[in-house]
């Protein structure tokens, strides 16, 4: 049975920064790609990052140039780095992968995504 497991949230001042990390099991993650989402409250969950099989990575305009997106194979990890953060970034954010069929490109679309894990909160503060 796949799961994904978040870690790495927590509560941080504007401008900080938080690594969130994401662990794969019952699968092989490798040839896949995977996303980080995330949802404030009240809002729809909206796409952050993903990365592809072979570490071709995109983001969403709004997080450019502060978060990263990686992944190690060897562990089944995906990670998110996020720095300078904004209280805007405040939501739960979620790790998704997508099996729909192996050596695929990272999507935008939610419903690509085949397994999501059960996310963490992230609060930043003004």
């Known amino acids: 049975q796949v799961q994904l497991v978040e870690s790495g949230g927590g509560l941080v001042q504007a401008g900080g920064s938080l690594r969130l990390s994401c662990t794969g099991s019952?699968?092989?993650?490798?040839?896949?790609?995977m996303g980080w989402f995330r949802q404030a409250p009240g809002k729809e969950r909206e796409f952050v990052a993903g990365?592809?099989?072979?570490?071709?990575?995109t983001s969403d305009d709004s997080v450019k140039g502060r978060f990263t997106i990686s992944r190690d194979n060897a562990k089944k990890t995906v990670s998110l780095q996020m720095n300078s953060l904004k209280p805007e970034d405040t939501a739960v954010y979620y790790c998704?992968?997508?099996?729909?069929?192996?050596?695929?490109?990272?999507?935008?679309?939610?419903?690509?995504?085949?397994?999501w894990g059960q996310g963490t909160q992230v609060t930043v503060s003004s």
């Open positions: 019952g699968n092989t993650f490798s040839r896949y790609a």
């Open positions: 990365i592809n099989w072979n570490d071709v990575t």
């Open positions: 998704a992968v997508d099996f729909r069929q192996p050596w695929s490109v990272a999507t935008t679309s939610m419903g690509e995504y085949e397994y």
